[in-house]
């Protein structure tokens, strides 16, 4: 083959997944998934478990992400105008 290396090359350092995912925050808990005891469906109260849990975690997530984005540029607050016409 013509475009294959004339020469052994090899890989001495490998990059693994965890050396590119972010560190995550351990305040937040990892999204709960619902599971039955056993091979049985889920019950209304195991989804709604779950349901709960997801919407906490969620809930912690855009607080905490709010945070950043108010210290990255804080919201400026609009002021009413006043009525010049009142004056004159």
């Known amino acids: 083959m013509s475009g294959a290396p004339k020469e052994k090359v ?3 350092d490998v990059a693994t997944v965890n050396d590119t995912v972010p ?5 937040i808990p990892a999204p709960v998934r619902a599971q039955a ?3 049985a469906a889920l019950t209304d109260r195991d989804l709604a478990k779950s349901y709960r849990s997801q919407a906490d975690a969620m809930y912690k997530e855009a607080a905490r992400l709010r945070k950043e ?3 990255l540029d804080p919201t400026v607050k609009k002021t009413k105008k006043v009525e010049e ?3 004159a």
């Open 23 to 27: 560190a995550v925050d351990s305040d």
């Open 37 to 39: 005891s056993t091979n």
């Open 85 to 87: 016409a009142a004056d």
């Open 69 to 71: 984005a108010e210290e």
């Open 10 to 12: 090899e890989v001495k």
